[in-house]
């Protein structure tokens, strides 16, 4: 067993006693926190697919966070309001509404990345990087206008997405969905990039001229990936949404974008699992801090440039040994 196996098969070890551990020190806020590490972990996983795999560095991928979420609440909003259609009752009601919302706010998520994703593509480099910020806050003063929908104070969601077998108002229900989720982006995600659709990326991404030559159409692979990051992003915007059980437009602001980009290079870009490392170290140092200071970000930022000096590959390629860039 590698390394990285090791560490990995430990980590889901963790990750699954995690809810028992909680339950035993009577803590319910560590679940919750732990819910949210591993929502994270999702969103800076899919942000690692455009920047470690796609060579694609996006300021604007908050915005497909806050899109999903935006789709969970409107959704969660009119699925219980009086006057429904029989048919949109009958979802309403029933035990099976998450199958119905979180689908769709994938969806919608990754209709807004193949739209914006066509426009952005057509450009490189720092006009690329600019474009894509540009559309995120377009849409977050968008959403901001949106008084229908709470405009700049938010949206409260009347509760959490129903589905069958799956208690998700549970906190440890809904902990496992999420443990669920991003283990089965992991995969999914790892043998993509794997595939012969990933070493194209790769290839394109180290050279694009070459690839051009070869005959391959790069913007459309580009556009595929950017388009799939963008739905898995809607996804942990969609938990997101039901963990908080509330949506602000601040989902879609920049600074969420800057900081799913620090949980990837404090992870690893290009790994997937180096993220969802970030994200835990990054979420958990923002939490111990806040605790004793409300100034937390001036001693964030200095332990986030020695983490970046001492593991310039990032945290997981560190720990196990740091040989390879992609895994």
């Known amino acids: 067993m590698t390394r990285k196996q090791l560490f990995l098969l430990l980590a889901a070890v963790l990750l ?22 591993l929502i994270y972990g999702l969103a800076a996983a899919s942000l690692d697919l455009l920047l470690g795999y796609g060579a694609m560095i996006s300021l604007g991928h908050a915005a497909y966070v806050g899109i999903g979420a935006y789709a969970a609440g409107i959704l969660h909003l009119h699925l219980g309001a009086p006057g429904l259609a029989p048919a949109l009752a009958l979802v309403a009601d029933s035990e099976v509404s998450g199958l119905v919302i979180l689908p ?55 509760g959490r997405s129903k589905l069958p077998l799956v208690n998700l108002d549970n906190d440890t229900h809904f902990y496992y969905f999420c443990l669920f989720c991003l283990i089965a982006f992991l995969l999914l995600a790892s043998r993509l990039v794997h595939s012969r659709f990933g070493l194209i990326l790769r290839g394109t991404g180290d050279n694009e001229r070459r690839a051009r030559g070869l ?19 809607g996804l942990a915007g969609a938990l997101l949404a039901n ?54 970000m001036a001693y964030m930022g200095p332990l986030l440039v020695l983490a970046v000096l001492f593991a310039r590959n990032g945290l997981l390629p560190l720990l196990i040994s740091g040989r390879k860039r992609h895994g």
């Open 104 to 158: 769709l706010a994938v969806l919608a998520a990754s209709l807004a990345a193949l739209v914006i994703g066509a426009l952005c593509l057509r450009t490189t480099g720092m006009h690329f990087i600019m474009i894509t910020l540009a559309f995120a806050q377009m849409l977050y003063y968008f959403f901001i206008s949106l008084e229908a929908y709470g405009g700049d104070d938010g949206l409260s969601l009347l």
């Open 16 to 37: 699954s006693l995690l809810p028992a551990a909680a339950h035993l020190f009577g803590n319910p806020y560590l679940l919750s926190l732990a819910s949210r590490i």
């Open 243 to 296: 963990h908080s059980e509330f949506v602000s437009p601040g989902l879609l602001n920049w600074t969420l974008s800057g900081e799913l980009m620090v949980m990837v290079l404090l992870g690893g870009i290009g790994t997937l699992f180096g993220p969802v490392l970030g994200a835990a170290v990054y979420l958990l140092l923002e939490e111990g801090l806040n605790m004793y200071t409300e100034h937390w």
């Open 215 to 233: 005959g391959v159409n790069t913007g459309r692979y580009r556009l595929a990936l950017f388009t799939i990051a963008g739905g898995s992003a």
